[in-house]
């Protein structure tokens, strides 16, 4: 079972940093991912991680403000999130997939999924 945390409001321009913890299992075993979903709009992908963290794969519309990073040794995955939009505005889902040989963007190649923490971006 995955627990998402760290959601809140923010202004433009501010950080968050979303956290991930497994409650069972472990999750090196596992690729991991961070989906969003906004309001009236489909999961997308944020983010993702391979099982020990040496590959990492972005969405083009969150380079270079976003870093996904695992502790293995801890069970969790974080997303820190930097210089946030509005359009970032969204609930964020940490997800691990059985797929291990890519980091896949597919919702449905993903087994467990965090129950979601929304983050707001408002000024």
């Known amino acids: 079972q995955l627990q998402a945390s760290g959601g809140g409001l923010v202004q433009p321009g501010g950080s968050l940093r979303l956290s991930c913890a497994a409650s069972?299992?472990?999750?090196?075993?596992?690729?991991m991912a961070w989906f969003r979903q906004a309001p009236g709009k489909e999961p997308e992908y944020v983010a993702g991680t391979s099982r020990r963290g040496e590959s990492k794969k972005y969405t083009d519309s969150v380079k270079g403000r976003v870093t996904i990073f695992r502790d293995n040794a801890k069970n969790t995955v974080s997303l820190q999130i930097n210089s946030l939009k509005f359009d970032d505005t969204a609930v964020y889902y940490c997800a691990a997939g059985s797929t291990t040989a890519y980091i896949s963007v597919v919702p449905s190649e993903y087994e467990y999924w965090g129950q979601g923490t929304l983050v707001t971006v408002s000024s």
């Open positions: 069972s299992g472990t999750l090196s075993a596992y690729t």
